[in-house]
C-alpha cells in the first residue's frame, strides 16, 4: 500500500495568491474595452457596429431570437418546475471574441489537459503507477465515490475514457486562463455552441462579412468521425446511437439535436437490450445491432444489474457486453474519478508526470478542506472564498463568500465542519466581463468558456465554445439552471 | 426505424387527425344547435356527440348536466379528457418533440407553433363563441398535413405517420356517420311521419341535419357535385362509406393503407395484410342497400370493431418492441 504522500510539496497558503490576480478586490477583467475604456483591437469594428444600431432595433433583434428558440423548441426544462413548463436559454447579442493567438494558446492548453486526464483514468484502473509515485494519495482514489472497481483491468478502444470533454476555463486578466473545473462524464451544452452562432448569422448577418469567424457548425460531424473512431475492434461499419434518458431530461433538445444532426437513432434504455453480451435496439424491422453508444446518462443509471437497481433508464446487461468489448461506450464508465473536484488539485502534475510537459493551463488553487491546515484556513476565510462540494454539479451546493450574507456563511460552516471531506475551496476569481444586453441598457457581466475536446484517433477540437454569461449584476453563477445566460464565441482567424 | 420512434409518429398523427375530426363534430354541432328545434332533441344531439366517442361517463364524473356550454368545455378544454382537443394537440406534439430528429424541422415547427399559440389562446379564452377556436384547428391540423406532405422524404417515418392518420380517420368517419344516423332515428320518433330514405323536402331541419353532417367531413359540396340532387341519408351513408374518391370515405381510407402496410412489411406484418384484404374485399363487394338492410348502426359498429383490431395487430407488430430474438 502506497502511503500517503507526505512527499507532494508543502506550498504556503501566502504564495498561491503571488502574481495572479484572482481576488475580486481588483476590477475584473473586461474583455471588450481596456483599463482607459478603449475598445480591444478584435472588438474595434464590434464596439463602432453597437454604436450605430439603435436601442428599438436590438430590441426587436432579441424579442426575434427569443420567439425563433422558442418556435424551433431550443428549450430546457429546469429541475423543480411543473413538466411541460420550458425555458429558452436567455441569447445575448453581444459575442465573447478571442483572438486567433488567444485560441492558440488555449487550443495547446486543452489538448494537453486531456490527453493527460485520459492517460490518467487508464493509469487508475490498470497499473496506478500515479499512486506509486506518490503523486495522488490512494485514498483519494478508491475512497472516491466516482471510482468504478468494474472498470479494473478492463480495456478500451485506443485507451481512450473520455471521448468528449467539456473543459471550463475563465479569464482574469489578459492571457491569463484557469480552467475551473474538466467535466469527463456527460457534459452538455455543445447544442447552444452551434445554435448561437447560427442565430447570430441569422440576426446580423453584416457581422459576418466584417469578421473573418472561424466555423463551428461541424462539431457534429466531428463527434460523430470521433464515436466511429472508438467502435469496437471486430467491427466494420459502426452503429453508432445516442443514448438518452428521455424527453423530460433537461438537456433533451441537445441528445435529440446531436443524433439528428449525425444522422444516427436516439435510443432511450428500453429500446436496447443485451443478448449474448452483445447490445441490440429493437426496431420496425427486428433486432439491429449497436457497435457505439454516445451515452448521456449517468454511470448510475446505466445498468439496472451493476449499478442502481431502481432505474429504468439503462440497459440490463449492458455493463457485460461493454466489458467484453462488444460495444463501445462514450464516455466510458468510471470517468467520474478524473473530473472530480478532489482529484482537481493533481491535474498540473499529472500533466507533469504523464507527458513530461509543463501545464500551459493554470489550475485555479485548490483548499482541500479534508486537509487540517487549508480546512483551518478555509473556516477563516469563509467571507472571501468559493466553497464547492467535490461532487456537485451545476452550481448548486455552492458557497460564494463574497457574494453571501453573515448568516448564509454561518449556515454553511455548520455543513463544513460537519463534513470537511467533502469540500475544496478556492479564492474568488474575477471572473472577466463582457458587455451584455441587460434591463438597464449594456452592461459588464461574468463569463466564462466550456470549449468541447474530442478524442479519438485524433483530439479534435472546434474554435470556439460556449460562453456563458451569469445575467445577474455581480454574479459569478454562470449555469443555465441558475439564470445564466450564453453568448455566441468567436474565434478569429488571422 | 425503433419501434418507439415509429409509435410516436404513429400517434402524432392519431392526436392531430383526432383533434381535427373532434373540432370538425363540435363546430357542427355547434352550428345545429343554433336551429331552431326541440329542446330534448337539442340535449340529445350534445349527449350522442359525447357517447360516439364513448366518453359520457367521463363527463358526468365532471359535470352534472348535458349542456351546449359543459360539453364544449369538457372536449375542448378538458385536461382530463385524452380526447379534448387541447389533450390531443398536447399528445401530438409531446409525440413530435420525442422523435423531432425524425420529421423535417418544418413538421416540428408546426406542431410546436400549434401548441405555443394555443396556449395564447387560452390565455383569452372566448367560450361563448368556439367557433374560431375551431376553425383555427382545423387549419392547423390542414397545415400539418400540407408540410407533412411536402416537406418529408417518403420514406418509413411518412408511411407511419400515413397510417396512423388513416386509421384515426376511419375509426372517426364511422363514428360521425353512427351518430348523426342515430340522431336522425331519434329524430323520427320525434316526428314520426317520414321514412328514413325520403328526401328532405318540406322539412327544412333533415336538411340542415344531413348537410351538417357532411359539412363535418368536407363533403357538402362533393355531395352536390356527385349527386346533384337532394341530401338523403342512403346517398350521404353511401358517399361516406363507399365512395373510393371521397378522402375520408371508409373505402378510400381502407384503400390507402394496403399499400403502405406493404411498404413496412416486416416478418410479422402477414396478419395485418390478411385482415386490411378481407375488410377492402368486404366493403368492395358490398352496396349501401345492403347496408340498409343489415342496418347502418350494426354495419358500422361491426366496421369500427374490424378498424381497431386492425390498429392494435398493427401496434403489436410494429410499434410495441419486437420480441428480444
Not at chain 1, 447552444?192 to 473573418?212: A, I, N, S
Not at chain 1, 440490463?316 to 464508465?333: P, Q
Not at chain 2, 366518453?55 to 380526447?83: H, Q, W
Amino acid at each position: 500500500m502506497v502511503q500517503e504522500s507526505t512527499k507532494l510539496p508543502q506550498i504556503p497558503i501566502t504564495s498561491f495568491f503571488k502574481g495572479i490576480s484572482l481576488i475580486t478586490m481588483k476590477l475584473p477583467f473586461d474583455e471588450m474595452l481596456d483599463a482607459a475604456g478603449k475598445a480591444r483591437p478584435q472588438y474595434q469594428i464590434f464596439h463602432n457596429w453597437l454604436k450605430q444600431q439603435s436601442d428599438t432595433l436590438m430590441g426587436l433583434k432579441r424579442a426575434e431570437a427569443d420567439l425563433i428558440f422558442r418556435r424551433v423548441g431550443i428549450t430546457f426544462a429546469v429541475y423543480g418546475d411543473d413538466l411541460g413548463s420550458e425555458r429558452t436559454i436567455p441569447f445575448d447579442q453581444v459575442p465573447r471574441i478571442f483572438t486567433a493567438k488567444e485560441w492558440e494558446q488555449l487550443e495547446a492548453g486543452l489538448r494537453q489537459r486531456v490527453k493527460a486526464l485520459n492517460r490518467f483514468i487508464y493509469d487508475v484502473y490498470h497499473d496506478e503507477e500515479i499512486i506509486k509515485a506518490g503523486i495522488v494519495p490512494a485514498e483519494q482514489i478508491y475512497n472516491n465515490a466516482q471510482y468504478r472497481p468494474e472498470m479494473r483491468n478492463v480495456s478500451v478502444p485506443r485507451d481512450i475514457y473520455a471521448q468528449i470533454a467539456g473543459i471550463d476555463i475563465v479569464r482574469a486578466g489578459e492571457g491569463e486562463f484557469y480552467v475551473l473545473e474538466d467535466n469527463l462524464r456527460v457534459p452538455s451544452g455543445v447544442s447552444y455552441m452551434v445554435e448561437d452562432r447560427k442565430m447570430m448569422m441569422r440576426l446580423f448577418p453584416d457581422l459576418f462579412q466584417k469578421y473573418r469567424i472561424a466555423p463551428v457548425e461541424h462539431y457534429p460531424d466531428l463527434l460523430l468521425e470521433c464515436l466511429k473512431s472508438v467502435k469496437p475492434d471486430d467491427v466494420k461499419k459502426p452503429n453508432v446511437v445516442v443514448l438518452t434518458p428521455g424527453m423530460y431530461n433537461s438537456a433533451y433538445f441537445e441528445h435529440s439535436y446531436l443524433a439528428q444532426q449525425m444522422g444516427v437513432e436516439l435510443v432511450e434504455g428500453k429500446d436496447l437490450f443485451v443478448k449474448n453480451e452483445q447490445v441490440f435496439m429493437r426496431t420496425t424491422q427486428g433486432p439491429e445491432r449497436v457497435d457505439v453508444i454516445y451515452r448521456r446518462v449517468d454511470d448510475d443509471f446505466l445498468d439496472p444489474l451493476a449499478f442502481r437497481s431502481d432505474t429504468t433508464l439503462g440497459v440490463a446487461g449492458l455493463l457485460s457486453a461493454y466489458r467484453a468489448g462488444n460495444v463501445t461506450l462514450a464516455n466510458a464508465i468510471g470517468t467520474g474519478i478524473a473530473d472530480d473536484k478532489s482529484i482537481y488539485p493533481y491535474v498540473p502534475e499529472m500533466i507533469e508526470f504523464y507527458l513530461g510537459e509543463k501545464p500551459i493551463l493554470n489550475n485555479v488553487p485548490t483548499f482541500q478542506c479534508r486537509k487540517t491546515d487549508d480546512l483551518a484556513y478555509t473556516l477563516a476565510n469563509l467571507d472571501k472564498l468559493v466553497v464547492k462540494l467535490t461532487h456537485g454539479a451545476g452550481g448548486y451546493g455552492m458557497l460564494v463568500g463574497p457574494a453571501s450574507t453573515k448568516a448564509e456563511i454561518e449556515e454553511f460552516r455548520k455543513h463544513l465542519i460537519a463534513n470537511p471531506d467533502k469540500y475544496i475551496a478556492q479564492p474568488t476569481l474575477a471572473l472577466s466581463t463582457c458587455p451584455t444586453f441587460v434591463e438597464s441598457g449594456v452592461a459588464p457581466r461574468h463569463i466564462d468558456l466550456r470549449p468541447f475536446v474530442l478524442s479519438g484517433k485524433t483530439i479534435k477540437m472546434v474554435p470556439g465554445g460556449l460562453t456563458r454569461v451569469a445575467l445577474k449584476e455581480g454574479s459569478l453563477v454562470v449555469n443555465s439552471s441558475q439564470g445564466g445566460g450564453t453568448k455566441d464565441t468567436w474565434v478569429l482567424e488571422e | 426505424m425503433l419501434s418507439r420512434t415509429a409509435d410516436c409518429l404513429y400517434w402524432m398523427a392519431r392526436y392531430t387527425e383526432r383533434a381535427e375530426n373532434t373540432a370538425r363534430m363540435l363546430d357542427v354541432n355547434h352550428q345545429t344547435s343554433l336551429l331552431p328545434q326541440p329542446k330534448e332533441f337539442l340535449e340529445q344531439s350534445w349527449k350522442k356527440l359525447l357517447t360516439i366517442s364513448k366518453l359520457e361517463d367521463a363527463f358526468l364524473s365532471k359535470y352534472d348536466v348535458v349542456t351546449r356550454e359543459n360539453v364544449l368545455d369538457f372536449m375542448i378544454y378538458e385536461t382530463s379528457n385524452p380526447s379534448s382537443i387541447v389533450s390531443c394537440l398536447y399528445s401530438a406534439r409531446e409525440n413530435a418533440r420525442v422523435i423531432r430528429g425524425k420529421i423535417t424541422s418544418e413538421v416540428w415547427e408546426t406542431q410546436n407553433t400549434t401548441w405555443l399559440e394555443l396556449q395564447r389562446i387560452l390565455e383569452a379564452r372566448h367560450q361563448s363563441d368556439p367557433s374560431r377556436l375551431l376553425e383555427w384547428v382545423k387549419h392547423r391540423c390542414h397545415l400539418f398535413r400540407g408540410v407533412l406532405h411536402g416537406t418529408m422524404l417518403k420514406n418509413e417515418a411518412f408511411y407511419f405517420i400515413s397510417v396512423g392518420t388513416l386509421l384515426e380517420r376511419a375509426d372517426n368517419t364511422g363514428r360521425i356517420l353512427e351518430n348523426k344516423y342515430e340522431d336522425q332515428t331519434a329524430l323520427k320518433v320525434l316526428n314520426p311521419k317520414k321514412g328514413s330514405d325520403e328526401g328532405t323536402d318540406g322539412n327544412f331541419f333533415d336538411f340542415y341535419h344531413w348537410a351538417a353532417l357532411l359539412r363535418s367531413v368536407s363533403a357538402f359540396e362533393i355531395y352536390r357535385q356527385i349527386y346533384s340532387d337532394q341530401v338523403t341519408p342512403k346517398q350521404v351513408a353511401q358517399l361516406l362509406i363507399f365512395n373510393k374518391q371521397m378522402p375520408r370515405s371508409l373505402v378510400c381510407c381502407v384503400n390507402e393503407l394496403i399499400p403502405l402496410i406493404s411498404e413496412v412489411k416486416n416478418q410479422q406484418s402477414k396478419e395485418i395484410e390478411r385482415l386490411l384484404g378481407k375488410l377492402k374485399a368486404s366493403l368492395d363487394y358490398s352496396d349501401i342497400d345492403e347496408v340498409f338492410e343489415q342496418g347502418l348502426e350494426e354495419f358500422i359498429e361491426v366496421f369500427l370493431e374490424r378498424i381497431n383490431h386492425i390498429a392494435d395487430e398493427f401496434s403489436n407488430t410494429y410499434l410495441i418492441p419486437l420480441a428480444t430474438n
